[in-house]
Each structure stands twice: as structure tokens, then as C-alpha cells.
């Protein structure tokens, strides 16, 4: 199987698995006890958190939390955040193609009497920042928007929406989970980042969120308020060490990654040729992810006739639904556009002549399905 699914999910880093057997297998302790185990298993965790402080860019004007993942820190920080806005400022900017954990969010928000915006964007998938500056006003409290989008990949001018939401007094949230370690984060803009480890080649069930020093946030998670006195539940020794060395990993082969990846992207590229058209912008995006489509395609029979390569028509919290995905109905696509497009996501463990391999398997297929409709 040839996998080109890196949105999904990434490969697990052979040295992140190593770095987190002794916790999985002799090193069990609780790192919330005090006595020795328990005491040198959060030793451990304060490295891993401090592995990904430096992955961030963090200087020291912020603190880590722990989370499940990156939907738990997104929810965290939308309605922790949004709990603390006064009266009158209680409105709630974003953009129409951001993650289903941001706008389900809001949209349970807007129940809960907050006033929610979702600001659309351009047929490149970015968002025009004069529309923007219409939207956020003086009441508005917080604005949120993802730097490397998870469908398409573009990435989104965040220190600019950033600027633009302290210069009405509103906090920012930026959902790094794509691009932390790949594009360059602007977190001296943020108020609030959240990241995933299983997006860089750590393990599932892990995220984190990165909180600015004098934002206040309510907790999301009641209990023995283990992580900071603010998140609550006993946290993974593994877990942590294995994001923390993911972590360092991301800083260790940044150009490495950067170049095999620009590499992967210029093959498929020129393999697919003009008849597959990209979807989104082509200058300002992570090159790690290729959505495109083609006239005449069916993008969800195109997967299951390529068996032999997982890739995706989009996101894959939306697999399965039925729906067309948002992030392609919001660049303007119709449906049956939406339909004919694939996403193809590659990385530090994808070989050159495996992806080759896999273009012309979905090439011919693509070929097929268009001779067997003329």
C-alpha cells in the first residue's frame, strides 16, 4: 500500500516510537505522584513540553497545555476564551473553510447567545483582508483562522489577520495543525495556537494549546486540574514524549523535509499534467498537500479503484458523510467540481519512485472512467 494521505494523518517517526517504549512498557508511574516514578515521569513530560515550545518559536511568552488533540485545544480556546469576553465584545470571527471543529464550535456558541461570523474567502482559498476588516468590528471579542488549511493547503496571511484582530482589541486563535513545523508560524502574533501530533509523525491522541501569558481562559475540563491547575486528567508519559520528540525531530530535518517535500510536489506535478487543475492558491501554499481535479472524474469511485494508494477527496473527519466538502463548495466549486477533485498528501517518509508508482495508477484510472463515459 502507497500512502499519500499526510493530512490524515503521518507515519509514526521510528525515533518517536523509541523515545516512547520505556513509558509504554517499565517507567509506568503516574507523573502527578510524588514519589520517584511518578516525579521522573513529569521530569520527562517538561522536556517534551519544551521540545515543543522551540518547534513553536516560543520565547518564553506563553504556556503549553497538554490536550487529547487539536479538536480538544480548539474547543478549549474558542469556549474558554468566549466564557471571559465582557458584554459587548461577545462576536466571534472565522472563515468559511476552517476545520469542523472550529465551526461546529461556533456554531454551538451562536446556541449559547455569542454572535458568530464566518467571513467567506476567494476562489484561491485566501481570505481578502479588506472583507475581513469589515467584518471584525468593535464587538467583536476573538477571531480564528488556520494557517495551512487541512483540505487544500493554502496558507492563510496570519500575522496580518492577527494584526488586524488586536487593532479592534479582539484575541486571536490560530489552528496550527498543518502547518506547525512546515510554513513559518507567526506566534508572536497569536494569542492562542493549537497543534496535533499525529500531523508530524507523532502519535495519536495528543494535541497541544500554546497560550499566550495574560490571556485567561475557563476550563473545558473539570477534575484534579492537572495541567496548570486548568486542564484536567492524568496525562500520558508516552504520549507527551513522543509529540515532544516529534517535536524535535520537526526542527532537526526542517530542511530536509522542506526540500524532499518541494521534490514530491514538482513530480506530481508535471506526472499529472494540465488536465488536473489545483485547487486553491499556487504560490502561497504548504507543497506537501496537492488537491486537484479533473473534468470527468468521479473523485470517491477514483479511490476505490486505486486500492493499492490511500488518498483522499478531502478531509477525512468528512469521509464518508455524503456531503460535499465546505472547503471546496466555499472556493466557489460546483458540485460536480467538488466531486472531481482528490487530495494527494506526501511527506518525509514518501519515496520518489512510490509516488510515481501511484500517479500512474490514478492516471490510468482517471483515463478509464473517462473512456468508459464518452
Same mark, same amino acid.
Not at 496550527?176 to 507567526?186: D, E, I, S, T, W
Not at 499556487?282 to 472524474?297: H, K, M, P, S, T
Given at each position: 500500500?502507497i500512502?499519500l494521505?499526510?493530512?490524515?494523518?503521518?507515519p509514526?517517526?521510528?525515533?518517536?516510537?523509541?523515545?516512547?517504549?520505556?513509558?509504554?512498557?517499565?517507567?509506568?508511574?503516574?507523573?502527578?505522584?510524588?514519589?520517584?516514578?511518578?516525579?521522573?515521569?513529569?521530569?520527562a513530560?517538561e !522536556?517534551?513540553? @519544551?521540545?515543543?515550545?522551540?518547534?513553536?518559536?516560543?520565547?518564553?511568552?506563553?504556556?503549553?497545555?497538554?490536550?487529547?488533540?487539536?479538536?480538544?485545544?480548539?474547543?478549549?480556546?474558542?469556549?474558554?476564551?468566549?466564557a471571559?469576553?465582557?458584554?459587548g465584545?461577545?462576536?466571534?470571527?472565522?472563515?468559511?473553510?476552517?476545520?469542523?471543529?472550529?465551526?461546529d464550535?461556533?456554531?454551538?456558541?451562536?446556541?449559547?447567545?455569542f454572535?458568530?461570523? !464566518?467571513?467567506?474567502v476567494?476562489?484561491?482559498?485566501?481570505?481578502?483582508l479588506?472583507?475581513?476588516?469589515?467584518?471584525?468590528?468593535?464587538?467583536?471579542g476573538?477571531?480564528?483562522?488556520?494557517?495551512?488549511?487541512?483540505?487544500? $493547503?493554502?496558507?492563510?496571511?496570519?500575522?496580518?489577520?492577527?494584526?488586524?484582530?488586536?487593532?479592534? $482589541?479582539?484575541?486571536?486563535?490560530?489552528d496550527?495543525?498543518?502547518?506547525?513545523?512546515?510554513?513559518?508560524?507567526?506566534i508572536?502574533?497569536?494569542?492562542?495556537?493549537?497543534?496535533?501530533?499525529?500531523?508530524v509523525?507523532g502519535?495519536?491522541?495528543?494535541g497541544?494549546?500554546?497560550?499566550?501569558?495574560?490571556?485567561?481562559?475557563?476550563p473545558?475540563?473539570?477534575?484534579?486540574?492537572?495541567?496548570?491547575?486548568?486542564?484536567?486528567g492524568?496525562?500520558?508519559?508516552?504520549?507527551?514524549?513522543?509529540?515532544?520528540?516529534?517535536?524535535?525531530?520537526?526542527?532537526?530535518?526542517?530542511g530536509?523535509?522542506?526540500?524532499?517535500?518541494?521534490?514530491?510536489?514538482?513530480?506530481?506535478?508535471?506526472?499529472?499534467?494540465?488536465?488536473?487543475?489545483?485547487?486553491?492558491?499556487a504560490?502561497?501554499?504548504?507543497?506537501?498537500?496537492?488537491?486537484?481535479?479533473?473534468?470527468?472524474?468521479?473523485?470517491?469511485?477514483?479511490?476505490?479503484?486505486?486500492?493499492q !494508494?490511500?488518498f483522499s477527496a478531502?478531509?477525512?473527519?468528512?469521509?464518508?458523510?455524503?456531503?460535499?466538502?465546505? !472547503?471546496?463548495?466555499?472556493?466557489?466549486?460546483?458540485?460536480?467540481?467538488?466531486?472531481?477533485?482528490?487530495?494527494?498528501?506526501?511527506?518525509?517518509?514518501t519515496?520518489?519512485? @512510490?509516488?510515481?508508482?501511484?500517479?500512474?495508477l490514478?492516471?490510468?484510472?482517471?483515463?478509464?472512467?473517462?473512456?468508459l463515459?464518452?
Amino acid at each position: 500500500m502507497i500512502y499519500l494521505d499526510y493530512q490524515a494523518t503521518t507515519p509514526l517517526a521510528p525515533e518517536t516510537a523509541a523515545a516512547m517504549r520505556p513509558w509504554l512498557e517499565t517507567s509506568f508511574g503516574n507523573p502527578h505522584s510524588p514519589y520517584r516514578i511518578g516525579r521522573e515521569a513529569a521530569a520527562a513530560i517538561e !522536556v517534551a513540553r @519544551e521540545h515543543i515550545l522551540h518547534a513553536l518559536g516560543d520565547g518564553g511568552s506563553g504556556r503549553l497545555y497538554f490536550t487529547s488533540g487539536a479538536t480538544e485545544a480548539v474547543n478549549w480556546a474558542l469556549k474558554g476564551a468566549a466564557a471571559r469576553l465582557p458584554v459587548g465584545r461577545r462576536r466571534i470571527v472565522t472563515l468559511a473553510t476552517e476545520h469542523a471543529c472550529v465551526l461546529d464550535s461556533l456554531a454551538w456558541l451562536g446556541s449559547q447567545g455569542f454572535e458568530t461570523d !464566518v467571513v467567506p474567502v476567494r476562489r484561491d482559498g485566501l481570505v481578502d483582508l479588506d472583507l475581513l476588516a469589515s467584518h471584525v468590528d468593535d464587538r467583536t471579542g476573538l477571531v480564528t483562522a488556520m494557517l495551512v488549511n487541512n483540505e487544500i $493547503g493554502v496558507v492563510q496571511p496570519i500575522a496580518e489577520i492577527a494584526k488586524l484582530a488586536r487593532s479592534r $482589541g479582539a484575541l486571536f486563535l490560530c489552528d496550527a495543525v498543518q502547518g506547525f513545523g512546515r510554513v513559518p508560524l507567526p506566534i508572536k502574533s497569536c494569542d492562542m495556537v493549537a497543534v496535533s501530533a499525529h500531523k508530524v509523525h507523532g502519535p495519536k491522541g495528543i494535541g497541544a494549546l500554546w497560550v499566550r501569558s495574560g490571556v485567561a481562559l475557563d476550563p473545558l475540563l473539570h477534575g484534579g486540574g492537572q495541567e496548570g491547575g486548568l486542564r484536567s486528567g492524568t496525562l500520558s508519559p508516552a504520549l507527551c514524549v513522543g509529540f515532544g520528540e516529534a517535536a524535535r525531530l520537526l526542527l532537526e530535518r526542517a530542511g530536509e523535509d522542506r526540500a524532499h517535500v518541494a521534490g514530491l510536489w514538482d513530480m506530481a506535478r508535471a506526472a499529472l499534467g494540465p488536465g488536473w487543475r489545483l485547487n486553491g492558491s499556487a504560490e502561497q501554499r504548504y507543497l506537501g498537500n496537492l488537491n486537484v481535479r479533473a473534468d470527468g472524474i468521479d473523485a470517491a469511485r477514483l479511490i476505490s479503484e486505486v486500492r493499492q !494508494v490511500s488518498f483522499s477527496a478531502g478531509s477525512a473527519c468528512a469521509s464518508g458523510s455524503g456531503r460535499p466538502s465546505h !472547503v471546496l463548495s466555499a472556493l466557489g466549486l460546483a458540485g460536480r467540481e467538488a466531486r472531481s477533485s482528490i487530495r494527494l498528501g506526501f511527506g518525509r517518509y514518501t519515496r520518489p519512485e @512510490e509516488l510515481e508508482t501511484a500517479l500512474s495508477l490514478i492516471v490510468e484510472a482517471a483515463e478509464r472512467q473517462r473512456s468508459l463515459a464518452a
